[in-house]
């Protein structure tokens, strides 16, 4: 069983930057692919960006391409999303996923087997 922990939400003002964790554990910690997803009130979950774990395939939604960075350090069982150029419309809980299943659509909720709590991120005008 894979559990994830999210961390590093925040308040930030539009234009600025925050970093978000999800550390991963378990017995068999390391899946093929992990993202993160987020919810805004009123909103459905959306894709945000997914990374493959052994090969560092990345995908982003285009809402976030260039803005965002998913990211992971040699040896860490640790995902990273650095969230750079924030808007109003960024505000939303970010929840880390993760799947054992490879060769699919990343930005298909359905296919994350394993999800964190979810961490607030609220972005000012």
């Known amino acids: 069983q894979v559990q994830l922990v999210e961390s590093g939400g925040g308040l930030a003002q539009a234009g600025g930057s925050l970093r978000l964790s999800c550390a991963a554990s378990?017995?068999?910690?390391?899946?093929?692919?992990m993202a993160w997803f987020r919810q805004a009130p009123g909103k459905e979950r959306e894709f945000v960006v997914a990374?493959?774990?052994?090969?560092?395939?990345?995908v982003y939604a285009d809402s976030v391409e260039g803005r965002f960075t998913i990211s992971k350090e040699n040896g860490d069982d640790t995902a990273y999303l650095q969230m750079n150029s924030l808007k109003p419309e960024d505000t939303a809980v970010y929840y880390c996923?993760?799947?054992?299943?490879?060769?699919?659509?990343?930005?298909?909720?359905?296919?994350?087997?394993?999800w964190g709590q979810g961490t607030q991120v609220t972005v000012s005008s």
């Open positions: 996923a993760a799947t054992y299943r490879d060769n699919i659509d990343y930005e298909l909720e359905s296919k994350f087997d394993y």
């Open positions: 378990g017995r068999h910690f390391r899946t093929f692919v």
């Open positions: 990374i493959h774990w052994s090969t560092g395939n990345t």
